[in-house]
C-alpha cells in the first residue's frame, strides 16, 4: 500500500485494536527480566529473514506472516518485533497490510521499525493498535521528531540503532554515516524514549551469537532500555545477555524458525 493510501485509511473509521497501553519494559528496582522478542520481517508481503540487512540474501520463511505471528503468540511470547523491511528501503510503509493483519491477529504488543520517518506515520500506526513504533533513520537524520513524538506518545516511541562497526547505518543499512553508536543513544537520554533497539549488522540473521560486550556496554553508557538484536542464536546466547544484568530484551528471528531456539523452551528458561 502506498504511504498516502495507508495515512488516508486513518479517516476510513477504522478503530484501532483495543490494547493496553505500552510500560516501560523493567522495574527499576529489580534486576532486569530479559523480554524475548520473536521477529518477523516483511518483504514483499512474506516472512522472511535476511543475512546482515542484505536484500538480495533473503530466506522466505513464511508467506503468511499474520499465521506466523499467532504461532509465536500460541507459544507463549510477551511482545512482537514487526520490520516493514522494503518500508526501510522506501521510507514509508510498505508492508502495512501484513503488519495490519497481524495487529489484528495478535493479542499481544507489538513494535514495528521500517519506513516510519514522519508524525502523521506514527500516529497512524499507533491509532492502528502497534504498541510502540521503532524510529531509525530519522534519529539521525531528524532528532527533533523522535523528541517530539516520545513526548507525544510516552512509552511508545523506540529509537532503532544499528550499525556496522560502531557506526549507525540507515536507509536499510545502505547508508553509513560517521555517527557513533553511543553518542546517538545518548542524545536521547532525556527524550523519553522507551527503549533503544540495538542491531549489529555484521551479526544480523549469520547465526553466529550477538554482540554482548557492545550491548552492555550501551546499555551501561544510557539508562533508556537497551534491548539486543542481531546474532541471538541459541538459549546460551539468551542466557548471556540475560546475565549481563543490565540488556532488558533480546530480539531473535532465524534462530526461530529454522529451530536453533525453540521459543516455548527459551520462554521458560528467561522466566525461572
Ligand atoms: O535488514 C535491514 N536491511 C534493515 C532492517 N532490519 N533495514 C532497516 N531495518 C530495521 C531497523 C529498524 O527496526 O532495524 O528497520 C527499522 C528502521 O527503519 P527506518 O526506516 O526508521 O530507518
Redesign the pocket.
Given at each position: 500500500m502506498p504511504a498516502w493510501s495507508f495515512l488516508a485509511s486513518l479517516t476510513s473509521g477504522r478503530v484501532a485494536n483495543p490494547r493496553p497501553p505500552c510500560k516501560t519494559i523493567a522495574n527499576q528496582n529489580q534486576r532486569p527480566q530479559l523480554i524475548l522478542f520473536p521477529a518477523i520481517?516483511l518483504k514483499d508481503g512474506q516472512a522472511v529473514r535476511?543475512v546482515h540487512?542484505?536484500?538480495a540474501q533473503s530466506t522466505v520463511f513464511n508467506d503468511d506472516p499474520a499465521a506466523q505471528a499467532r504461532s509465536f503468540v500460541d507459544a507463549g511470547c510477551q511482545w512482537l518485533h514487526l520490520?516493514?523491511?522494503n518500508?526501510?528501503f522506501a521510507?514509508a510503509p510498505v508492508n502495512a497490510a501484513p503488519v495490519e493483519a497481524i495487529l489484528k491477529a495478535c493479542p499481544v504488543p507489538a513494535q514495528l521499525?521500517?519506513?516510519?520517518?514522519d508524525m502523521a506515520t506514527i500516529e497512524a500506526w499507533l491509532s492502528k493498535g502497534l504498541a510502540r513504533v521503532?524510529?531509525?533513520?530519522?534519529a539521525v537524520e531528524n532528532p527533533h521528531l523522535v523528541r517530539q513524538a516520545a513526548r507525544a506518545f510516552p512509552g511508545q516511541v523506540a529509537v532503532?540503532i544499528?550499525a556496522r562497526n560502531g557506526r549507525v547505518a540507515?536507509?536499510?543499512?545502505a547508508e553509513e554515516t560517521d555517527v557513533m553508536v553511543t553518542d546517538l543513544a545518548r542524545s536521547f537520554e532525556d527524550a523519553g524514549v522507551a527503549a533503544i533497539?540495538y542491531?549489529d549488522i555484521l551479526r544480523?540473521g549469520a547465526m553466529g551469537g550477538p554482540n554482548i560486550d557492545a550491548t552492555a556496554a550501551l546499555a551501561r553508557a544510557v539508562s533508556i532500555p537497551v534491548i539486543a538484536?542481531g546474532g541471538v542464536s541459541s538459549l546460551a546466547d539468551l542466557q548471556a545477555l540475560k546475565d549481563t544484568g543490565v540488556i532488558e530484551g533480546a530480539i531473535s528471528g532465524r534462530a526461530l524458525y529454522d529451530g536453533a531456539i525453540d521459543l516455548k523452551e527459551a520462554l521458560a528458561a528467561l522466566a525461572d
Open positions: 520481517d535476511l540487512g542484505d536484500m520490520v516493514d523491511l518500508g526501510a521510507g521499525g521500517g519506513g516510519i520517518r521503532i524510529l531509525g533513520t530519522v532503532g544499528d540507515t536507509k536499510g543499512w533497539i542491531t544480523d538484536s
